[in-house]
């Protein structure tokens, strides 16, 4: 397992980050799994041995539930791993009970720590962005529950990159912790981060943490063209609408070549989603997850699984999202002056003169 530094901070987590989703599986996550128990913790065994140091979470996965079962299966082994969770999303019927207020982080932490069995979140992301709370009121929060311990590293998760540019600027100029941390989705089918989130990731030194890196299973290679999709999948669970997915043809052809790319290296075609991942800029940690441990030894795996130039020029080919304005732009008339952070969706349409 390699381990990689997480943005400009000083830690270093797994390349695979083992994500807990399918842990309880109470109301829309039962579409995902119902892991727990037993089942749990020898999930959470195999990947400590494959070298994962790195477990992700959510206050509202399964109404924290997740958060639960997680905290018993590190029962004794906590002290070796890192854990992330998250903050913000609605988890109750009170006009409190959601967004990155004060009141509601302070109170949602404390729950959180109280479920996992610990007294510190090694990285706290906020889940999604408030546009009603003051920046300087959610981060201020945040810088103080760094400060007093009980978190160590901030994050966020589902920003646009305005917003996420106004909040570093907001930490910069009242001396608060920044984030170091963005946790986004990231996929061969949907590489909408490019535009902005993985530039602005690089260049203010956030590591990237990727959220559902095989499209809600659609990289599995279980759906083709022409084939109905097996029964018991989340496609056709009806409490689950992750990803939406814009262009089905596209899709198709992306997974025809994600399938013949796995046949040459005798993978299943997840590993190659994964190892596709690792391979691009910004990258850090990609979260995986697995309802049976047949399907997370595959996919932890991909740890290891090298892809060869003429792999990823391929894939890259097959799934590199179209320009849209300003980008168009700068390809055309500002490719004597890029960045590396600029190169990260530009690379590909201005060659190597550039």
Not at 42 to 61: E, I, K, S
Not at 86 to 102: I, L, T, Y
Not at 119 to 144: A, N, R
Not at 242 to 257: G, K, N
Request: proline fraction near 4%.
């Amino acid at each position: 397992m390699e381990y990689r530094q997480l943005g400009r901070s000083g830690l270093r987590m797994s390349a695979l980050t083992m994500g807990t989703m399918t842990f309880a599986g109470k109301g829309m996550f039962g579409a995902l799994g119902a892991t727990e128990g037993k089942a749990a913790r020898r999930q959470v065994g195999m990947a400590l041995d494959a070298g994962v140091n790195c477990f992700d979470t959510a206050d509202m996965y399964s109404d924290g539930a997740a958060e639960e079962i997680l905290g018993e299966a590190l029962r004794g082994r906590r002290d070796d791993v890192l854990v992330s969770s998250k903050v913000r999303m609605v988890v109750g019927e009170g006009p409190n009970e959601g967004g990155a207020s004060r009141h509601h982080i302070l109170r949602q932490v404390e729950n959180s720590l109280r479920r996992l069995r610990t007294d510190h979140l090694d990285i706290y992301h906020v889940h999604d962005w408030d546009g009603q709370t003051p920046l300087e009121e959610t981060l201020h929060t945040l810088d103080t529950l760094v400060r007093d311990g009980k978190v160590r590293y901030l994050g966020v998760s589902n920003y646009a990159g305005w917003q996420l540019m106004k909040a570093l600027a907001t930490a910069d100029a009242h001396g608060y912790q920044r984030f170091v941390s963005n946790q986004i989705h990231y996929s061969l089918e949907s590489r909408d981060a490019e535009y902005e989130l993985v530039p602005l990731s690089l260049d203010q030194g956030l590591g990237v943490m990727v959220w559902s890196p095989l499209a809600g299973g659609l990289l599995t290679g279980k759906y083709r063209r022409g084939q109905t999709a097996p029964q018991g999948t989340r496609q056709v669970d009806e409490r689950w609408n992750e990803p939406p997915v814009r262009d089905r043809e596209r899709l198709y052809d992306i997974i025809e070549v994600l399938v013949d790319v796995a046949a040459a290296h005798a993978v299943p075609p997840a590993q190659v989603a994964l190892a596709y991942l690792l391979r691009k800029p910004g990258v850090t940690s990609v979260v995986i997850g697995a309802r049976k441990d047949e399907q997370l030894a595959d996919n932890l795996a991909a740890a290891d699984l090298t892809l060869t130039q003429e792999d990823l020029a391929a894939l890259d080919k097959i799934s590199t999202p179209y320009l849209i304005y300003p980008h168009w732009h700068q390809a055309s008339l500002a490719a004597d002056r890029l960045s590396a952070a600029d190169l990260a969706l530009l690379g590909p349409h201005v060659g190597p003169a550039a």
